[in-house]
């Protein structure tokens, strides 16, 4: 089956009351529009046009590097004028699938059934709907047959009453699509041209429509508000809460964590409040997240624990390390086996070996620590010179002592120990200690300045 999909991504969206076009406000972390062209994408060989209008550079811009065609609908004359605009990008013999860039859960498997059931004629998904408020109604005759989709501002009192309601998504053969979307009347409530009109057309040419009835109301929801964006937002967490609880990791509060991206879990790993995860993020067995951690980008291998209160950025963490309360590992950081970051610390393209430790108030940036490495509260590496960074090396068991400044380029040898307070601007070899700071005089019988009257 050749498959064209069109998204339509034309409308304004106003009462997001935004700048932004809405199919760029994201779900999870992911532009509502680029959750659709993924599903679309899972269905294999397509060819995607999108439909784009308000705000169309930005979106062109925001998904230049996506595989998909743009068609510019200018006026916004209806969901069947905005379809009519992809049809020179119709395929021969292909079968068109109409989705909606403000739908954005909508699930791969679900346009496959709508796809199977449209080879004659269009198919239409379809949902029940407690309060069906503001969607077209699925009118079906006594026999279940569909006959048409009215729009709420043209229904009577009957049809109002129905609770099938039109999701929007629709498959048909292309070629139908191409006759039929041009000769659409725009005589209605809204003096739209409305895609659900071919509907009645398909019924009066008696090649018939299949109704497909989606599952899970969520799936076919659109967003118009930031209130929807937010329940959505809130659905898809919760699902995927629900989805880790159920591949075994503890949630302290399935309602107080956010996924923006992939979280992969190994056994018995347990995440307390308040955690945000962003891009791909992997814990190792047994990893343990304090609440109000920021984890994006990173590896964390098994039996590491990260206390409350730390942010982790494009950072590979070994097994049996201890990260934070407070700490922030930038991007780079490397931390071996049993490594130990506390409260205050920095680190930034750092490598931080066996064992070691740097607990409190430090910044390490681009540097190499040993193994077995004590780095004393307060030290910070200078590694930049207001024009250019520099590395520093820290030997094998080396000790810093506390509020130390290493000046880079600078090396610390294998056990080589630095006084506290240093400012170490020269290489220190091995197993030397190195003072680098005022000598202390003690003046005895001193006397402090008295105030003149
Ligand atoms: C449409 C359906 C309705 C269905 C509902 C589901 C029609 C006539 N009605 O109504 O049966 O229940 O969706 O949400 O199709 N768009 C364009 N260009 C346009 C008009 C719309 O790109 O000229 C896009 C919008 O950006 C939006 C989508 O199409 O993403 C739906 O448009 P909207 O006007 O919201 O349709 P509804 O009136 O909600
Ligand atoms: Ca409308």
Known sequence: MTIDVVILAAGKGTRMRSDLPKVLHPIGGVPMLGRVIEAAQQLGDVKITVVIGHGAELVRERFASSDVQFVEQTEQLGTGHAVAQAIPNFRAGATVLVLYGDVPLVKTGT???????????????SVEMANPAGYGRIVRDETGRVLAIVEEKDADADTLAIREVNTGILAAPGDLLANWLPELSNDNAQGEYYLTDVIERSVSEEIGVTGVLAGDPLEVAGVNSRAQQAQMERALQDSRALALMNAGVTLLDPNRIDIRGTLECDTDVAIDINCVFEGEVKLGAGVQVGPNCMLKNCVLAAGTVVEANSIIEDA????????????????GTELAN???????????????GLGSKVNHLSYIGDAEVGEGVNIGAGTITCNYDGVNKSKTIIGDGA????????????????????GAGSTITREVSADELAVARGKQRNISGWQRPIKKS
């Open 111 to 125: 346009l496959q059934s709508l796809l199977s059931a449209s080879d004659k004629g269009p198919a239409l998904l």
């Open 316 to 331: 590979v963490v070994g097994e049996a390390c201890t990260v934070g309360p407070f700490a922030r590992l930038r991007p």
């Open 338 to 352: 049993g490594a130990k970051i506390g409260n205050f610390v920095e680190t930034k393209k750092a490598k931080i």
């Open 399 to 418: 000790f810093i002592g506390s509020n130390s400044s290493l000046v880079a380029p600078v090396a610390i040898g294998t056990g080589a120990t630095i």
